[in-house]
């Protein structure tokens, strides 16, 4: 049984899916897949990075755990007008 941790993604799509078709060839029911957050930003296709993560568990044999990072709190707080105040930068 093992858990495979993937951070900070950062919209580089292209690494995402070379990463993806590396560790799910060797992963079975038993073990985890978790995403740490940090999917978007930097890279030129955050879009598409979420869109591969939110995908990936309807059809994953195994179970996928989807956590958010701070460029996901900041840009929900942007959605919501809001100013982005984390403990971790003050």
Known sequence: MATIAVGDVHGNLAALRNLLKTVIANLTAENTL?????YIDRGPDSKGCIEEIVRLPKGAPFPVVTLLG???EWMLASMDGQVF???RFR
């Open 85 to 87: 105040q984390s403990e």
């Open 34 to 38: 978790v995403f740490l957050g940090d």
């Open 70 to 72: 701070n460029h996901e």
